[in-house]
């Protein structure tokens, strides 16, 4: 799915052509080389400087660039998402207003939650995993040690996390946990075909099991007692590579992008 309106793998316009063709000469000159002297940073126009960005990434269309976000009030956005993740009735409602909206700083926030993403990042929406499965929400994030995965999965704000009588995760939870656990028996077998799939063997990139992670997103800060945080600690302990949020873990996320502008 292409994150933005445009398609950032065709040239629309002369003055992109030109500046291409300098990163180009630019991207193949040896030896010690100077961001001012390329077309990402030096170009007098944002918009040619946001395609040049785009163009020169591993996916053009899914690439997401911090600067794009600077002049939005990510405080207002930060207060608007928790107001949705209030009402909503269901997860569907959440992914409409991400969507419809390409408010794609909400998922990308989720980068803020590892250590990864600073070097390169970029956003997959309904990532599929073979005819089997799909994700809501794939990040891929290059940082020094190489690139790294979190597929992502969105349930229910308006959920209890626990069943209090009973203390057992509510159906949300059960069945977030059973799709990221059918998602990881799928990795674990076909890795080298998912990552020939998505393009990454193609550009000499290995990403190991390892370096794949696991995001569940479900229920809201209110609902969850002590009880339930202990139950969600001991389910993330047993589960390597695993994290377990509540919605309002963007919320905050989305918050700290106002401060840094970075994932």
């Known amino acids: 799915m292409n994150l933005y309106e445009r ?15 300098k990163e180009k000469k630019f991207i193949s000159r040896k030896g010690v080389k100077s961001n001012r002297d390329s077309q990402k940073f030096s170009h007098p126009d944002a ?9 020169s990434s591993l996916y053009p269309n899914n690439f997401l660039l911090p600067s794009k976000y600077e002049s939005i009030q990510l405080q207002l956005e930060a207060d608007a998402f928790h107001e949705v993740i209030y009402k909503a009735k269901n997860e569907l409602e959440i992914q409409r207003y991400i969507k419809d909206n390409r408010k794609w700083f909400i998922p990308g926030s989720i980068f803020l939650d590892y250590n990864f993403g600073h070097h390169a990042a970029y956003l997959f929406p309904e990532q599929a995993l073979g005819n089997e499965y799909a994700v809501d929400y794939m990040l891929l994030g290059k940082s020094s040690d190489g690139y790294s995965i979190v ?16 203390n057992i995760e509510s159906q949300s939870v059960k069945k977030g946990m059973a799709q990221i656990n059918d998602w990881e028996r799928w990795i674990n077998k076909n890795r080298d075909y998912f990552l020939r799939n998505i393009g990454l063997t193609g550009y000499g990139i ?4 390892y370096r794949i992670y696991y995001y569940l997103v479900v229920s809201r800060r209110d609902y969850m007692n002590e009880d339930a945080l202990d139950v969600r600690s001991q389910t993330m302990y047993h589960h390597s590579n695993l994290k377990i949020v509540t919605f309002d873990r963007l919320v905050d996320n989305v918050a700290k992008l106002e401060k840094y502008h970075s994932w």
Do not use: G
């Open 7 to 21: 398609d950032y793998n065709i040239i629309l316009t002369e003055e992109e052509r030109e500046a291409w063709d």
């Open 47 to 55: 918009s040619v400087r946001r395609f040049i960005w785009c163009k």
């Open 151 to 166: 597929l992502i999965e969105f349930e229910k704000s308006n959920t209890e996390y626990l069943i209090s009588t009973a």
């Open 206 to 209: 290995d990403v190991p099991l």
